[in-house]
Structure formats: C-alpha cells, structure tokens
C-alpha cells in the first residue's frame, strides 16, 4: 500500500523526548519513528512509565518533543487543537456542566453555530447510551458513565484523529466490554482515526487493527491484527491471536533496559 | 473536519505560575523607590510634608533613632547608660526588647492556642452528639469579631502579657477546635481500623495515628491562626498594653510620628513574616510523608 | 469490582445518598442542628451560673444582663448622648459598621479573586501580585491602619480601603491556591476540545475553583466586619467599634459583651445567606 502525505493521521520522525539535564536525566523516548495511516485503530501497548503516553501527548500536543517532529495530517502539531480530540485516563470532564452540556461543550465553545452542533450532539448522547440523561449532573454518574459523557464529548467535536490515554484503566471487567462495544461502534461509524495506549493486551488484541509495543524509548514491535470484527471471546481460541498475545507478554514483562 | 477551520500553532499551555524571589525583591524596590519619589515631591510642595511622608533617609536617622526612650532596661544594659533619644543603641535595644515581648506574646497564645484546640477536638471527636455540640458553641465563637473586643481582655487582665495570652488564645482556638474536628470526621475509617487491629488504642492511637493524619488537613489552617495570633497580638499591645511593638506603634501614633511608626512597623513586619514563613515550612516537614 | 486509579475523582458518598432519596439525609441534618442548639443553650446556661458565682455585674454580666443593657441601648442612649456621642443608637451603628465592612468585602474580595486566579495562569500578573500577597500573607494587615489614621483622619473610606485591602489579599490566595491545585487534565482536554487560553480561563478555571473561592469569600465576610470594628476601635466618628471604645473606657463590661455579640450574630445570619447562595451556585459538587 503506497502511502502519500495526506493519507497519512501522523507521521513520526525521530522524536526524542528528554526530561531533567545530566545524569539524572529521563528519556521516555528516543528517537522513535512511526507512521499511521488515517481510518486505523492503532494500539500503543507498554509497560507503565516505558514512555507511551509521552508519546500520546506528543501526538496531542501537550508535550514538546525535545527534538524530533510530529506531523498530524501534514501539518506539525506545535500545541493542542480541536482537530487532536483526546480522552483522558483521569475524569477530565468538567463537573459544573450538566452531560447534554458537556458533550456540547467543545462545539459551543468554538463557536460553532447551534443548528450546526445540535443534531451531531443528539446523536452522539444516543450513541454513547446517555439518552434521557441530559440533565444528569456528573457526580451523580457512575464511573463507566462518565467515562462515556468523554467519549460522547470528544466524537460531538468531530476531530480528525482521536487520541486515548488508558481511558478504561479504572473500570471493571464488565463495563470495560461495554465500552468497547461502543467504542467500535463509534469508530465503524464515523471513520476516524484512533489512537489507544493501554497496557491491556487482551483490550488490545480485542480493539486494534495495529498493535506497537514502545519499549526503550522507541517502536520496539509493530503488529498488524488482521482477525475479523466484530472479535468476541472466540479470539481467544484462535492460535495466530495466542501467539501474538503470549509474544506481546514476553515482550512487555521483559526487564527495562537501564535509560542513559 | 467539516465545519472547523483548521487553524494556527496554539501557544504552549500554561498550566502553573511559579512565585519568584525576583519579583518579590523588584516589587519591594519599586515600592521603596515610589514612596522616596513621592516623599520628595512632598516635601517640596508643602511645608509639613516631610513629616506626612517622610523620606527614607528621614525614617532611617531621625525615626531610627527616636525611638531610644522605648528602652527601659532589661537587656543587660541599663536604661541611663543605654542613652535614650538618639542614641543607637537605645533604639536597638528598645526594639529588641519590646519585640522580644511582643514574639513572647504570640509564641505563648499561638502554642496555647494551638494546643487548646487540638485536645479539645480530638477529645469531643469520637462521639458524635458531643462533637456537634461543641463544634456547634465554636462555630459561633468564631464569627464573633474578636479583634473588636481586644478591650475587653484588657479589662478582665488588666494591661498585662496575660490579657494579651488569653486573648490570643481565644482568637485562635477555635479556628484550631473546628478544623481537628472536622479533619477527624473526614478520615477514613480504614486509617484508625488498621492500627486497631494492631492493638493500638486510647492515647496512643489518638497521639500517634490520628494526630499526624489530620496534620496535612490542618496545615491552612495553623498556618491562618497564626496569622490570626499576630494581628490579635498587635490589636492588644495598641489597645490598653505598655509594652511590646503594637503599644510603640500606638505610642508613635499619638504624635503623629510617621517616620518612627515606619521603623516600628517595619520591624514588626519583618518578625511576622518571618514567623510566619517558618511556622508554614515547618508544618511542611511535618507533613512532608503527604502525597 | 472496580479500582480506582489514582487521578479519579471518586464521587462522594453524600452525593449518592442525595441521589438515592433525601429523606435519611434530610433527618440527619436536622439531628446535628439539633445537637448544636442543645451546645449553645447549655454554653448559655453555664454562662448564667459562672456569672452568678462572680456576683459582679462589672466582671461578668450574665447572658440576660447583657441582652438587658443591649436593648436598652438599641435606638439611643441617654447617656452617651449626654457625653456628647453622636448618634449611640446601637442599631445605628451596628448598621454603619456592617454597611461599610460588606462593601468593602465585597470589592476587596472581587479584585482579589480575578487577581488571585490570573496570577495562576499569567507569569506577568503573579510576577506583579507576588510581593503584595507574599508580604501580606504574613503580615497582617492592621499594621497600616495606624498610617491611614494620621494620613486620612477618621473618615470611612480610608477604613473601607483598608478592609477592602485585608480580604483582597485573604481571597486572593485562595483564589491562587484553587488555580495552582486544579487538576491540568480538565485544562488539557479543553485545550484538546479546541478551546484557547482566555477560553479556558473563563469557561474550566472561574467555574472548576468556583468553590474554593465561594468558600474563601465567605470566610473573608466574618473577618472583615471584625476588621472594621477593629479599626473604628483606634478612632472614628460612627461605628460599633468607637462605642465599644466607649463602653470599655466606662468599664462597661455588659454592652462591650453586648456590641461584640451582636456583630457577631449579624455575622451568623449573613454567613447563612450566604452558604445558600453559595449552595445554589455550586449545586453540581
């Protein structure tokens, strides 16, 4: 498959980003080259503080890289932007905003005009299972729905590319597969690129068309998942995706390299 | 992307200022060299101004030095020897020494105060009517204007170190019942639980677990009643007492003496902040184990 | 199951019971007003004993007395009139005070929240604001009503700046404090949401620190009336605090007792309004 400039969601070049100076210095990542084309649900697999969500922030420009570039859609991403929707592993949503609010806040606070946002919010709410839940304030939801009032906000702002921090990391088992549920929906529907760290390799066995393990500051293993959707618990029978997964865990459970 | 334009780099995202030395040195600077501007200008276009604002150098000599007669002994150097009026020993030692009251002052009402709250609250905390009640009395204790009645103390204790104390205290005690006991009530029941099961109980589950694990709750407001023993102190030395800073300050005040006021507030100032600044890194070691 | 990861906000346990049905909150409430009542009547009571084993009006007066002499004085006094006071009414007066304190509060503590929140967000403002709240945190304030008594007299607007000054310093470090701890995820998914730097000022950090900030003007109102009377205290033709100068010289124990309560009593009922006006604007915590 050829791929040009613009059919590409990102494109990577020897990103490195280091903290502190000297010695004591931290390099989540070094070097690291990636490209991923548009319409793809890559996974990001690590283990914890190995430099993956680093990565995600550089891709949503909330970290500078040290050096190195990102492009998103061709251009270079110097900050945050609407076009860089993110879901964040903490509950990030405002609290004062009702949820029919706070799914139209990204729209209403562009500017963008009411008729314009009214029936893509709409949809979104049903989408996510928030109907009849507008009026709901935050506090009063469970975790899983909250989590979903994000999901709901960040499709209602109709960005390029989506970025996902570990959005399910406090949910339970049964929840969890509820969202994905949705998630995929979502994602079958509008076409958007998606970008999901985890450090679950059975969510990313279940959700991804790509899986990239960022080991060492860099893509330490690409794997493309060609099983077919919808993937339920028959995944687990078949013996490619076993293999994949025991390899993922050998490669994750692998001790850190010491960082200099 | 339908309808949004794709737009422009976005400046980097501020999320935290950082207080600096710099600017809190620069900002003095400024304000030192704005008030000699308009001292000056003062004193040139009237005749009484450099007694209204007076100059620094004014401030620095003859306001210094004014201050000589405050000293009555006590240092070590007697009063007559010291000098009085004009003399810069005099007014060192008149300074030290009614700071030395005034500080003696704080550090016994505040560490009263202090005291007083916390055994209070820990004490009413566990059962819970009692806890209300009190807390309740308190609460309305703590709305009354207790700067307003520095005269009554005087009143009760006559113009003494005691009034001053017990005053402070009262000021103070509440602030200190009302945050331990709520800090208690917000705990975690599994923070007590755990050393229960251990075999720890009475005061040492009191003194040892539940007394450091309300301290980082309580920082603010240590930190707010000793600010409150600082300005209690000072609204009791310039209403009714003989000695200590504040009674200087108000003694200054009755003739109108700016630029002795100015030394004696600069002073004190200085002391409180200093204090201050202390009090509240101290609670941070106290408390450095917080997340 | 679930785990909770550590950036989650859990949601707090009074506002599931709300959720659930208000009436076992509702009852409890009313059992903790209760309590307190019963604390203030027996604080009353034993006040009345401990005032009757002193047996001297002129050390202390019990709970009865001085609401005694206080009403006698509520509209005017004879007596201080005859000394020459204008207007001793206590009601005058007490209505003075508190007039002045809440203006001023409310001015004070307006320019210091914005302030305070600014500071948190523009290194331009901290840099300016730092030396004021940093010295001013510390120092308290009153040291500068001394100054303001020889440079601008007894006239009440000096005294309002001063009050004015006192809670634009207290409100703005909370204000700061609420910005500086705010979680920088809300911030970073509004920016993700496409929302600029005056937008997310406006739109997550005003309303995200809106507690804080409520909560810390609400402190800043008691102190403030406090403050005032303080300052009317050192001199001023109006004012509670000039009658309690008043009464203090006359060794009047009872209506200094008296002024103090009643202050403190408007300053009750204005802290209630304002917990319900702060209630309504926070009904979302």
Redesign the interface.
């Known amino acids: 498959m050829t791929t040009t400039q613009t059919d590409l969601a990102f494109e990577i070049r020897d990103l490195t980003v280091a903290f502190g100076k000297g010695p004591a210095a931290i390099t989540p990542l070094r070097s690291l080259d990636l490209t991923v084309p548009r319409g793809q649900f890559l996974c990001i697999l690590g283990p914890s503080g190995q430099g993956k969500s680093t990565l995600l922030r550089c891709m949503a420009g909330l970290q500078s890289p040290t050096s190195g570039s990102v492009l998103a859609e061709g251009t270079e991403v110097t900050g945050p932007d609407a076009n860089l929707g993110m879901v964040f592993q903490q509950d990030a949503i405002p609290l004062w905003l009702r949820v029919g609010d706070n799914i139209s806040f990204g729209p209403r606070m562009r500017g963008v005009a009411k008729s314009e946002w009214e029936p893509r919010v709409r949809h979104f709410i049903e989408a996510v299972g928030l109907a009849g839940r507008e009026r709901a304030w935050p506090k009063e939801l469970s975790g899983g729905m909250r989590k979903r009032v994000a999901i709901g906000a960040v499709f209602a702002n109709d960005p390029d590319i989506l970025l996902m921090d570990e959005p399910f990391g406090s949910l339970d088992y049964f929840t969890k597969a509820t969202l994905h549920d949705t998630l995929l929906d979502l994602w079958a529907e509008t076409g958007k690129t998606i970008v999901f760290v985890t450090h679950d390799v059975d969510e990313a066995l279940k959700l991804a068309d790509r899986i990239i393990v960022v080991t060492d500051g860099r893509v330490g293993a690409d794997i493309p998942l060609d099983f077919a959707r919808p993937r339920g618990d028959d995944l687990r029978m078949d013996v490619t995706a076993d293999a994949i997964r025991r390899d993922l865990l050998e490669v994750l459970q692998a001790p850190a390299k010491v960082q200099s | 992307m339908t309808a949004v334009a794709r737009t422009g780099p976005r400046a980097r995202l501020v999320l935290r200022t950082k207080g600096t030395t710099l600017s809190i040195v620069v900002g003095t600077l400024v304000a030192l060299v704005a008030w000699e501007i308009a001292a000056r200008s003062l004193a040139a276009s009237t005749a009484q101004g450099d007694r209204v604002l007076p100059s620094l150098v004014t401030v620095a000599t003859d306001g210094f030095l004014g201050l000589g007669h405050y000293y009555s002994g006590g240092l070590g150097v007697s009063a007559e020897s010291a000098g009085g009026d004009g003399s810069a020993l005099a007014s060192v030692l008149a300074l030290a020494s009614n700071a030395l009251v005034t500080m003696s002052r704080v550090a016994m009402g505040l560490g009263l105060a202090i005291v007083v709250g916390l055994v209070i609250g820990v004490l009413v905390a566990a059962v819970r009517p009692v806890r209300l009640s009190v807390s309740g009395v308190a609460e309305l204790m703590r709305m009354l204007p207790a700067l307003a009645m520095a005269p009554l103390f005087t009143l009760w204790f006559g113009a003494t170190t005691l009034a001053s104390v017990v005053f402070i205290v009262f000021s103070g005690a509440f602030v200190v019942l009302i945050a331990t006991v709520n800090a208690i009530a917000n705990l975690p029941p599994h923070v007590t639980d755990y050393p229960r099961t251990l075999g720890v109980s009475g005061v040492r589950l009191y003194g040892g677990v539940v007394l450091p694990a309300i301290l980082p709750e309580l920082r603010g407001s240590l930190v707010f009643t000793g600010l409150v023993a600082w300005t209690t102190v000072l609204a009791s030395e310039m209403y009714g007492l003989q000695s200590g800073l504040g009674w200087m300050l108000n003694d200054t005040l009755r003739f109108s003496l700016i630029d002795r006021m100015v030394v004696v507030a600069v002073v004190f100032s200085a002391l409180a902040l200093v204090t201050m600044k202390l009090l509240g890194s101290g609670v941070s070691r106290l408390t450095r184990w917080n997340a | 199951?679930?785990?909770?990861?550590?950036?989650?906000?859990a949601?707090?346990p009074v506002?599931l019971s709300r959720?659930a049905g208000g009436r076992p909150r509702r009852r409890a409430m009313a059992g903790?007003i209760g309590?307190?009542?019963?604390?203030?009547a027996?604080?009353l009571v034993l006040w009345e004993i401990a005032s009757l084993v002193a047996d001297s009006r002129a050390?202390l007066p019990g709970p009865l007395n001085v609401v005694t002499d206080f009403g006698g004085s509520f509209f005017d006094d004879a007596g201080l009139r005859y000394l020459g006071v204008r207007s001793p009414g206590y009601a005058i007066n007490i209505g003075f005070t508190v007039g002045l304190s809440i203006l001023a509060w409310f001015v004070g503590s307006m320019a210091g929240a914005v302030v305070g929140l600014l500071?948190?967000?523009?290194?331009v403002?901290?840099?300016?604001s730092?030396?004021?709240l940093?010295?001013f945190?510390?120092?308290?304030a009153?040291?500068?009503a001394?100054?303001f008594?020889?440079?601008f007299g007894q006239d009440p607007i000096s005294k309002m700046v001063l009050v004015a000054f006192y809670c634009f310093v207290s409100v703005g470090l909370v204000a700061q404090s609420a910005a500086?701890a705010f979680?920088?995820?809300?911030?970073?998914?509004?920016?993700?949401?496409?929302?600029?730097?005056r937008?997310r000022f406006l739109?997550?950090i005003v309303?995200?620190t809106?507690p804080a900030v409520l909560s810390g003007l609400r402190i800043a109102l008691?102190t403030a009336?406090?403050?005032q009377?303080?300052i009317?205290?050192?001199g001023s033709q109006f004012g509670?605090?000039r009658l309690?100068?008043l009464?203090?010289t006359q060794?009047d124990?009872s209506s200094?007792?008296g002024l103090?309560?009643a202050?403190?009593v408007v300053?009750?009922f204005l802290?209630f309004l304002l917990r319900r006006v702060i209630r309504a604007l926070?009904?979302?915590?």
């Open positions: 199951m679930t785990v909770a990861s550590p950036g989650t906000q949601v707090p506002a959720a903790a309590w307190r009542l019963l604390g203030v027996v604080f050390v500071s948190a967000r523009s290194q403002v901290r840099n300016i730092e030396p004021l940093f010295v945190g510390a120092v308290p009153l040291v500068l001394p100054f008594l020889v440079w500086l979680p920088p995820s809300s911030e970073e998914y509004a920016a993700t949401q496409g929302l600029g730097a937008a739109h997550v309303p995200g809106m008691a009336i406090a403050v009377a303080t009317e205290l050192l509670v605090g309690i100068a009464r203090a060794g124990v200094v007792l103090s309560i202050l403190g300053a009750i802290d926070t009904r979302w915590q």
